[in-house]
């Protein structure tokens, strides 16, 4: 199995937190630095993770190359990039995607979640969600999992699912006949705290650092 990871120089909502120093290294250094044991193929636009790559001996595991100029921006789709990957690579068999921006992911989860492609055609990190929801319908809130006059325990009520983007998992050879990663016949493989973490947001960061101070997301 193949591991395509997306890093874009720049980030919006977090400024620069890439390149933050998350354990003493970059936050991309850290988490592309837990995959070893896998071919890890970076796509991305900057030079500096490119150099990075080249001289870290802690990133042999990790081949970078330069994003196509065709699809830079902020607006192109992940699914964009796979296609590329895999045309410019010929790439066949399973691919794996994650980001790193999931500092606490787990080298056994990929392995197990991959062999449920022997009964499903791809899969999806995923949540659990047993809580009391609510949905707003014409204005008026209406419940999704539960009945508010039978008051259930919580680990009673029926599961929900959320997908948590920590990683996508696919045969290359699928996706480039629907473009899609998850296909019709997928698994929602479930994951937990920390490992779900994704930084998306400054509160996640802080979170993210939190839990690594603590000593919480160790592989």
């Known amino acids: 199995m193949k591991l395509f990871v997306p890093i874009k120089e720049n980030s919006n909502r977090v400024p620069n937190k890439n390149f933050r120093d998350f354990g003493g290294v970059p936050l991309y250094v850290h988490t592309l630095s837990r995959l070893k044991g896998f071919e890890v193929y970076v796509d991305t636009d900057s030079k500096k993770i490119l150099d990075e790559i080249e001289r870290n001996p802690c990133l042999r595991h990790v081949k970078g190359y330069e994003r196509n ?4 921006g902020d607006d192109v789709s992940v699914c964009k ?8 690579h010929l790439i066949s068999g399973p691919i794996c995607q994650v980001h790193v921006t999931s500092p606490f992911i787990q080298p056994k989860t990929l392995r197990s979640a991959a062999d449920m492609l022997d009964l499903y055609d791809s899969v999806a990190s995923c949540d ?3 809580e009391r929801l609510l949905k707003k319908q014409k204005g008026i809130m209406k419940p999704v999992n539960h009945d508010p006059a039978i008051l259930l325990p919580t680990q009673d009520l029926e ?7 920590l990683f996508y998992i696919f045969d290359a050879d699928k996706f ?6 998850i296909g019709s016949n997928p698994c929602f493989y479930e994951t937990s705290f920390p490992e779900s973490l994704d930084i998306d947001y400054e509160d996640d960061w802080n979170t993210c650092v939190g839990v690594y ?3 919480l997301g160790g592989l």
């Open 81 to 88: 990039l796979i296609s590329d990957f895999i045309v410019q």
């Open 176 to 181: 480039m006949t629907s473009g899609k990663r």
């Open 213 to 215: 101070k603590a000593g």
């Open 69 to 72: 100029p065709d699809l830079l």
């Open 159 to 165: 599961k929900l699912y959320r997908e948590n983007s």
């Open 128 to 130: 659990v969600i047993q």
